[in-house]
């Protein structure tokens, strides 16, 4: 899907941010900001909104991309985007998801360069999700990426997000859901990438890229 394909260009040392976009073209079936695009700026108040600060925040790619869920990881003063030089073999992360009481979210997976490094399941109760946990994840030589994706087996309600287009646009055989999902929309989210220094030259090589370049 669009976020392997992504996922796979990191690996060639394209580094872009985590966007999302609804593309909705019916307002029943497709509702506008599933999925969306969050941006992490120093300042979100509405008084104090300016294009510029956006702006800059996209280019350093902090941002993550999401059908409800927030999400977002930390190494130290590091966030999703950033580029950490000279990282550590035991990279210490920060994982927080949250979500209103209606967000379905379940799931919570770290991967690294695009395969999933280990699982988190979110218990659910009915009441809002407020998940954080600390990580420490042991790398190995070579330069790698870092994202952090949720999921769901029970899809998001439709009332808030319309009859999600693989039932009602497509029909569910031509975008089926995953083993274990019923159909509709999930409570996907993921972040942009953290990429890691691993081999200290200060600069980032993904695993299918030919020749190291700066970010």
């Known amino acids: 899907d ?9 690996s060639y040392n394209f580094a872009s941010a985590a966007l999302g976009g ?3 073209h019916y307002t029943a079936a497709m509702a506008p900001g599933y999925p969306r ?3 992490h700026v120093a300042d979100d108040s509405v008084q104090r909104f300016s294009p510029g600060p956006m702006v800059q925040a996209i280019r350093a790619r902090h941002t993550s991309a999401s059908n409800g869920p927030l999400v977002s990881v930390r190494s130290g003063a590091f966030m999703e985007g950033d580029f950490i030089p000279k990282a550590p073999q035991a990279l210490p992360l920060f994982i927080r998801v949250q979500g209103a009481n209606w967000v379905t979210v379940d799931t919570v997976r770290l991967l690294v360069d695009g ?8 218990p659910r109760n009915g009441t809002a999700v407020d998940f954080t946990i600390n990580e420490v994840l042991e790398l190995g030589d070579n330069d790698a990426f870092v994202t952090v994706e949720t999921d769901s087996a029970i899809p998001l309600p439709p009332l808030m997000v319309g009859e999600y287009n693989a039932i009602i646009q497509y029909g569910s055989s031509k975008c089926p859901p995953r083993a274990g999902q019923e159909p509709g929309l999930p409570a996907f989210a993921v972040t942009s990438p953290l990429f890691l ?10 695993s299918r890229a030919t020749e190291p370049r700066k970010l």
């Open 2 to 10: 669009a976020t392997e394909t992504w996922l796979a260009l990191a």
């Open 22 to 24: 609804s593309d909705s």
């Open 37 to 39: 695009t969050w941006i």
């Open 115 to 122: 395969a999933v490094a280990k699982t988190w399941s979110i």
């Open 197 to 206: 220094d691993r081999d200290h030259d200060g600069l980032f090589r993904g």
